[in-house]
């Protein structure tokens, strides 16, 4: 009987509080189980990196891809928080240290119609019994996001067919990393059952058994570093007689003296290069509030106002989570204001659609202002008030664009951020806007350009 056993991580964005004991688990338990004579597969399924971290914003996320080298992933796939939470150049050089391999079926690089220099369309392994192992992966396609970079993403069924058909017959197991979510990791493996064994990843889902679909084990860690991924497999004459999962919490595992030392360490070191770059000199305070209309919030609307060429724009107060004060102000400083990892927006709308967006706003006002949210590239704790630049309600419930009343069949166009178009409060801006993704910079780098123009340094 051979034995192998699959560790595996997915979703850590940045949580390097939990980094010093994932590292020594997964190096200390894959140095056990070779010595017992398994096999031993350690895999990262994608959203290793959140730019909330101070290291991983002042190091483009590269600080992350060293500490899991330290770990020596058999191969990792992309999260959207790799893919579409950095911009082409970045993303293009995210992985020239890496000493593992990193798997994408789906995305291409849209500028030379090819997969990207810096993946493979998947991986063989043979254990030293003999049994082959094809690993293949699939993140999350938002086409218009990956567009916005010149990368473009495939849906699931266009890659798959053609992908297994390379692999079935020539391997005896076939992993997928799938950085996709649980509802279509099931559907995969109703449809494909060829797949073995589904790591996932990307709707946080933690599977403390796993689960059996159709024969194909799924199997995810949850979300933050919470939780480390363990799959143990057992086969006869390279054949699965079984295969199961669990998962081991992180907390508790245990701590060693310097693992505080350790973790301030990386976070020091973030702070300390962001602080290096200074954006400009404040001669007053700018305060915020998560509740009403504040001078920083008037500063971020005009900055995306200016930033876009347009005359409207609408922020939510919980973007900014801290002021801004009087004196010197640092990448870092902006940074922990709007850590949010968000794309400004542009969405064009005709008047009539205008005014029913603003009525969608009205509704959801009062709720939405202490309401708690999370994700969706989200990284503040309320939502907050709603607040519009360059629309007037009059006393009447008029609604007035610069003073001027709003004519249903022309096109008004505004300037948001990208989770506007996620979140369910406004449907009209995905259902009617022409939305336009600004991909080279975070709504924090169009705030630092208008605060480095109107106080120059």
């Given at each position: 009987?051979?034995?192998?056993?699959?560790?595996?991580?997915?979703?850590?964005?940045?949580?390097?509080?939990?980094?010093?004991?994932?590292?020594?688990?997964?190096?200390?338990?894959?140095?056990?189980?070779?010595?017992?004579?398994?096999?031993?597969?350690?895999?990262?399924?994608?959203?290793?990196?959140?730019?909330?971290?101070?290291?991983?914003?002042?190091?483009?996320?590269?600080?992350?891809?060293?500490?899991?080298?330290?770990?020596?992933?058999?191969?990792?796939?992309?999260?959207?928080?790799?893919?579409?939470g950095n911009s082409r150049s970045q993303l293009q050089h995210?992985?020239?240290?890496?000493?593992?391999?990193?798997?994408?079926?789906?995305?291409?690089?849209?500028?030379?119609?090819?997969?990207?220099?810096?993946?493979?369309?998947?991986?063989?392994?043979?254990?030293?019994?003999?049994?082959?192992?094809?690993?293949?992966?699939?993140?999350?396609?938002?086409?218009?996001?990956?567009?916005?970079?010149?990368?473009?993403?495939?849906?699931?069924?266009?890659?798959?067919?053609?992908?297994?058909?390379?692999?079935?017959?020539?391997?005896?197991?076939?992993?997928?990393?799938?950085?996709?979510?649980?509802?279509?990791?099931?559907?995969?493996?109703?449809?494909?059952?060829?797949?073995?064994?589904?790591?996932?990843?990307?709707?946080?889902?933690?599977?403390?058994?796993?689960?059996?679909?159709?024969d194909s084990l799924l199997a995810a860690a949850g979300k933050?570093?919470?939780?480390?991924?363990?799959?143990?497999?057992?086969?006869?004459?390279?054949?699965?007689?079984?295969?199961?999962?669990?998962?081991?919490?992180?907390?508790?595992?245990?701590?060693?003296?310097?693992?505080?030392?350790?973790?301030?360490?990386?976070?020091?070191?973030?702070?300390?290069?962001?602080?290096?770059?200074?954006?400009?000199?404040?001669?007053?305070?700018?305060?915020?509030?998560?509740?009403?209309?504040?001078?920083?919030?008037?500063?971020?609307?005009?900055?995306?106002?200016?930033?876009?060429?347009?005359?409207?724009?609408?922020?939510?107060?919980?973007?900014?989570?801290?002021?801004?004060?009087?004196?010197?102000?640092?990448?870092?400083?902006?940074?922990?204001?709007?850590?949010?990892?968000?794309?400004?927006?542009?969405?064009?709308?005709t008047g009539y659609n205008l005014i029913r967006l603003m009525?969608?706003?009205?509704?959801?006002?009062?709720?939405?202002?202490?309401?708690?949210?999370?994700?969706?590239?989200?990284?503040?704790?309320?939502?907050?008030?709603?607040?519009?630049?360059?629309?007037?309600?009059?006393?009447?419930?008029?609604?007035?664009?610069?003073?001027?009343?709003?004519?249903?069949?022309?096109?008004?166009?505004?300037?948001?951020?990208?989770?506007?178009?996620?979140?369910?409060?406004?449907?009209?801006?995905?259902?009617?806007?022409?939305?336009?993704?600004?991909?080279?910079?975070?709504?924090?780098?169009?705030?630092?350009?208008?605060?480095?123009?109107?106080?120059?340094?």
């Amino acid at each position: 009987m051979e034995k192998i056993t699959i560790l595996h991580t997915n979703d850590i964005h940045s949580h390097l509080e939990n980094w010093p004991k994932i590292r020594r688990f997964l190096q200390s338990e894959k140095i056990n189980l070779e010595k017992q004579g398994q096999t031993v597969l350690t895999f990262d399924i994608g959203d290793a990196i959140d730019r909330v971290h101070p290291l991983s914003e002042a190091t483009n996320g590269k600080a992350n891809i060293e500490l899991m080298n330290t770990v020596k992933y058999d191969a990792v796939t992309i999260g959207n928080n790799e893919g579409i939470g950095n911009s082409r150049s970045q993303l293009q050089h995210l992985y020239d240290d890496a000493t593992f391999d990193i798997i994408l079926d789906n995305v291409v690089d849209g500028e030379v119609d090819s997969r990207p220099s810096w993946a493979t369309e998947y991986k063989l392994m043979e254990t030293a019994a003999g049994t082959k192992i094809g690993i293949i992966a699939l993140t999350a396609p938002f086409p218009m996001t990956y567009e916005m970079n010149g990368w473009e993403s495939n849906q699931i069924d266009t890659v798959l067919p053609a992908l297994l058909k390379k692999l079935v017959g020539k391997v005896d197991v076939i992993i997928l990393l799938s950085h996709l979510g649980l509802g279509v990791d099931r559907k995969v493996a109703q449809k494909y059952p060829q797949i073995d064994i589904i790591l996932g990843g990307h709707s946080h889902h933690l599977l403390k058994s796993g689960e059996i679909v159709n024969d194909s084990l799924l199997a995810a860690a949850g979300k933050w570093g919470m939780y480390i991924g363990e799959v143990s497999v057992e086969l006869e004459n390279h054949n699965i007689t079984q295969k199961n999962a669990r998962v081991i919490e992180t907390e508790s595992l245990p701590e060693i003296s310097s693992d505080q030392a350790e973790i301030a360490g990386y976070r020091s070191r973030g702070e300390t290069m962001l602080t290096s770059e200074v954006i400009t000199n404040l001669p007053r305070d700018l305060n915020t509030s998560w509740t009403q209309n504040s001078e920083l919030m008037q500063a971020a609307l005009k900055a995306i106002e200016l930033g876009t060429k347009t005359d409207i724009a609408m922020l939510n107060g919980g973007l900014l989570l801290k002021n801004l004060q009087k004196g010197v102000v640092t990448k870092n400083d902006l940074h922990q204001t709007l850590p949010h990892p968000m794309r400004v927006i542009t969405v064009k709308l005709t008047g009539y659609n205008l005014i029913r967006l603003m009525q969608e706003i009205k509704k959801n006002r009062s709720f939405l202002k202490k309401f708690p949210i999370r994700g969706m590239g989200f990284r503040g704790q309320l939502f907050g008030e709603v607040v519009v630049d360059g629309l007037t309600e009059q006393g009447n419930g008029e609604l007035l664009y610069h003073k001027q009343k709003i004519v249903l069949d022309d096109y008004y166009t505004f300037a948001t951020v990208d989770h506007f178009m996620y979140i369910p409060f406004f449907p009209t801006i995905e259902i009617t806007g022409e939305i336009t993704i600004n991909g080279k910079k975070f709504l924090r780098d169009y705030v630092g350009d208008y605060l480095k123009m109107e106080f120059s340094v």
